[in-house]
């Protein structure tokens, strides 16, 4: 295994998921109080909602279709689902797509509104603009490989083979680089990005995936009234 094959593919891996705990811990200890979306709702509502609805919506779907897709062996999926490899694609294909798009048109209003919208690009960071072209980028090869790569390419790539066991060997600390070699290159794009996406994730506003609103459920109710002889 070359050296280049054991950088990209065991020390980067290793480098980004070491990053993103450092930082997180580093940003929870002295950051708390900007640990939020910091949401520029107040300057722009309109495009927000659409941007922010679709992208949430549709990576919700993507993300349980990475758990599926990467964290569950496809030998557990055949034998005890009894859904063959084809039938799978099909379902990862059209469903992963739709979710796949939602998020795309989603991310890419965001990008549009952070850039374009001149009150939300004024007030925005560099992180704010860096984290939303990763993501674009990320997400953009992500629907290359599910839609245009297995729709285009009679090859029989399947990363369920090959880059979902290479992902799980890097959690039991026994990582099979040689797994990755023939991936085709928009995959390796993808996933390189994605875990430079890890990265950097504890030093942008991507932090307020993390702040579920538990707090709001035990919140006492605010109670509104009227002043006295205000008029209706
Ligand atoms: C920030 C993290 C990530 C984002 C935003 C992301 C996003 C996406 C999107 C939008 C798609 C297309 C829709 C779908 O098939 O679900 C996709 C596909 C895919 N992603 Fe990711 N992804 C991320 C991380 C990863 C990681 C870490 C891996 C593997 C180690 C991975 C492997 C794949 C594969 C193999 C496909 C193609 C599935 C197919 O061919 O059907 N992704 N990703």
Same mark, same amino acid.
């Not at 674009?136 to 066991?165: A, E, K, M, Q």
């Given at each position: 295994m070359n050296y280049w094959n054991q950088f990209l593919w065991v020390i980067f891996p290793y480098m980004m998921i070491a990053t993103t705990i450092i930082g997180h811990i580093y940003r929870y200890s002295t950051d708390q109080m900007d640990w939020s979306s910091r949401s520029s709702e107040f300057l722009e509502k309109k495009t927000l909602r659409w941007g922010s609805m679709l992208f949430h919506y549709g990576f919700i779907f993507v993300f349980f279709g990475h758990v599926l897709g990467l964290l569950i062996p496809e030998s557990f999926i055949t034998n005890n689902i009894g859904m063959n490899n084809e039938t799978y694609h099909k379902i990862a294909i059209s469903f992963g797509g739709i979710a796949g798009i939602a998020t795309v048109i989603g991310i890419s209003i965001l990008l549009f509104r952070r850039y374009g919208n001149k009150k =939300?690009?004024?007030?925005?960071?560099?992180?704010?603009?860096?984290?939303?072209?990763? *993501? @674009?980028? !990320?997400?953009?090869?992500? +629907?290359?490989?599910?839609?245009?790569?297995?729709?285009?390419?009679?090859?029989?790539?399947?990363?369920?083979?090959?880059?979902?066991?290479?992902?799980?060997?890097?959690?039991?600390?026994?990582?099979?680089?040689?797994?990755?070699?023939?991936?085709?290159?928009?995959?390796?794009?993808? =996933?390189?990005?994605?875990?430079?996406?890890?990265?950097?994730?504890?030093?942008?506003? *991507? @932090?307020? !995936?993390?702040?579920?609103? +538990?707090?709001?459920?035990?919140?006492?109710?605010?109670?509104?009234?009227?002043?006295?002889?205000?008029?209706?």
């Open positions: =939300v690009s004024k007030t925005s960071s560099f992180n704010d603009k860096f984290i939303i072209v990763l *993501l @674009v980028l !990320v997400i953009g090869f992500g +629907i290359y490989n599910t839609i245009f790569y297995n729709l285009t390419t009679t090859g029989d790539f399947n990363y369920r083979l090959s880059i979902s066991p290479w992902f799980r060997s890097l959690f039991i600390f026994s990582p099979d680089p040689s797994l990755m070699v023939h991936a085709p290159i928009t995959y390796k794009i993808h =996933v390189l990005l994605a875990f430079l996406t890890f990265g950097v994730w504890p030093f942008t506003r *991507l @932090v307020h !995936v993390w702040s579920l609103p +538990i707090a709001y459920i035990k919140r006492r109710h605010i109670v509104y009234r009227r002043r006295c002889g205000e008029v209706k």
